[in-house]
């Protein structure tokens, strides 16, 4: 459907002469993206409130998209089961996230820390085969993606006097794009 979309859409461009033919491949690449981003977000979201889960999950994907831009990590092999890979891994986080003991929050939360950030020095980011990064590219990334982990966790910290779930979403999410990472370091097939 996303491809069809998308087709659809370059080929219109095209007649009406808003791009010209030889752009036509780039604009329905992009086009992809974007569909397929916003299904993905929009199921989020949708899912969201259903679960009366929105500041979580707005948290979510703030924490998600703005990292995950810098460091790179596994990527699925279409559109549909790209979709599906993240609506399941932002189920997998918030089933995480309600169903964590207290009491373990914080333990958990620093051994998902010191896991993500070994793997960020370590491995991030990671190109793919679809967005090959210079060297040039690879240290900008890497600076930035480091920054923003630690300042997500910085940012974090105060939630734990008032809602450590909201701590703890930050702590899981950040893990969680740390596996893709590993993911993708370690030759993950594409599903």
């Known amino acids: 459907m996303i491809d069809y979309l998308s087709c659809s ?26 569909m397929s981003t916003l299904v993905s977000i929009l199921a989020i979201i949708g899912i969201s409130i259903l679960i009366n889960e929105k500041l979580i999950t707005a948290i979510f994907l703030s924490v998600f998209i703005t990292i995950r831009r810098y460091s790179g990590g596994y990527h699925a092999s279409t559109y549909f089961r790209c979709i599906l890979t993240f609506i399941l891994l932002y189920l997998a986080i918030i089933s995480i ?45 890497k600076k930035i993606s480091l920054y ?10 105060p939630f734990i006097g008032v809602n450590i779930r909201l701590f ?9 794009v740390s596996m893709l990472i590993l993911i993708q370091v370690k030759g993950g097939r594409k599903i």
């Open 148 to 157: 923003l982990l630690f300042a997500l966790y910085a940012f974090s910290i």
């Open 97 to 141: 996230i309600l169903f964590t003991n207290h009491d373990y929050i914080i333990i958990i939360s620093c051994v998902t820390a010191i896991t993500a950030i070994f793997i960020f020095l370590k491995y991030s980011p990671v190109d793919n085969e679809n967005k090959k990064l210079t060297t040039h590219q690879k240290i900008k990334n």
């Open 168 to 176: 703890y979403t930050v702590a899981i999410t950040l893990f969680m």
């Open 9 to 34: 859409i370059a080929d219109y461009f095209c007649a009406n002469k808003i791009i010209y033919d030889s752009e036509k491949k780039i604009y329905i690449y992009g086009l992809r993206l974007i």
